[in-house]
């Protein structure tokens, strides 16, 4: 079982920055891949960026040069760096880990961007 805290979201003025934090339970953390994904209101949820037990990364379009995920092991933690946020942005944030046993979430965190 895997549970999943994430941290850090709030509301920043458009150009902002925040940055997301995931602190995880469990002894699979390092061999997961971690992703952070989002949801806005009346949209379906979609992938922002994720990273692998390698340390590749992947990264939406939308937030390609902006965005930075990153994951420290020892702490079991996963980050997401937000920069430049524009209003576009504003939704529910989610961190998920997947591994061989299984995909788990975490109940997510807000961030909102006014313009």
């Known amino acids: 079982q895997v549970h999943l805290v994430e941290s850090g979201g709030g509301l920043v003025q458009a150009g902002g920055s925040l940055r997301l934090s995931c602190a995880a339970s469990?002894?699979?953390?390092?061999?997961?891949?971690i992703g952070w994904y989002r949801q806005a209101p009346g949209k379906q949820r979609e992938m922002v960026a994720t990273?692998?037990?390698?340390?590749?990364?992947n990264y939406a379009d939308s937030v390609k040069g902006r965005f930075t995920i990153s994951r420290d092991n020892g702490e079991n933690s996963a980050y997401l760096q937000m920069n430049s946020l524009k209003p576009e942005d504003t939704a529910v944030y989610y961190c998920?880990?997947?591994?061989?046993?299984?995909?788990?979430w975490g109940q997510g965190t807000q961030v909102t961007v006014s313009s």
């Open positions: 990273i692998d037990s390698g340390l590749s990364t």
């Open positions: 469990g002894s699979t953390f390092s061999r997961s891949t």
């Open positions: 998920r880990h997947a591994s061989r046993a299984g995909f788990y």
